[in-house]
C-alpha cells in the first residue's frame, strides 16, 4: 500500500527552525516529486515547496523562499523540509504529496500523508 508519513512537527518559538521529514513506504520515491503543502484554519492548502524526482530541481513561493529548504534522500525513501526563521503566520498542518512531476495546485497529487502540525508561537 502507497503510504507518506509525516513526521517533526511541533511547537517552536518565533525565529526558531524545524525540520520536517516524509517517509515513503510501499512504493520507491525515486520517480516521484514530492511537494510540500500546509493548511492553516480557514485557509485554502497552499504549497510551500516542491523538489523533482532527481532532487536537481527545487521552487519555493515567496512567502517562505530563503527561510525554507527542500532535500531529499532516495536511499532512505526520504524527504526533508528544513524550516528556518520561523514566524506566527508559518502556523499550520504541514502535508507532504508526491507526483510525478511539481505541480503548484494541490490537486495534481494522487498521493499524501497525513500531516504534521507546526505551531509558531512565544
Known amino acids: 500500500q502507497l503510504q507518506l508519513v509525516e513526521s517533526g512537527g511541533g511547537l517552536v518559538q518565533p525565529g526558531g527552525s524545524l525540520r520536517l521529514s516524509c517517509v515513503a513506504s510501499?512504493?520507491?520515491?525515486?520517480?516521484?516529486?514530492i511537494g510540500w503543502f500546509r493548511q492553516a484554519p480557514g485557509k485554502e492548502r497552499e504549497g510551500v515547496s516542491c523538489?523533482?524526482?532527481?532532487?536537481?530541481?527545487?521552487n519555493y513561493p515567496d512567502s517562505v523562499n530563503g527561510r525554507f529548504t527542500v532535500s531529499r534522500d532516495n536511499s532512505k525513501n526520504t524527504v526533508y523540509l528544513q524550516m528556518n526563521s520561523l514566524k506566527p503566520e508559518d502556523t499550520a498542518v504541514y502535508y507532504c504529496?508526491?507526483?510525478?512531476?511539481?505541480?503548484?495546485?494541490?490537486?495534481?497529487?494522487?498521493?499524501w500523508g497525513q500531516g504534521t502540525q507546526v505551531t509558531v508561537s512565544s
Open positions: 504529496a508526491a507526483e510525478r512531476g511539481c505541480s503548484r495546485s494541490p490537486d495534481g497529487y494522487d498521493y
Open positions: 523538489i523533482s524526482p532527481s532532487g536537481g530541481s527545487t
Open positions: 510501499g512504493f520507491t520515491l525515486d520517480y516521484y516529486a
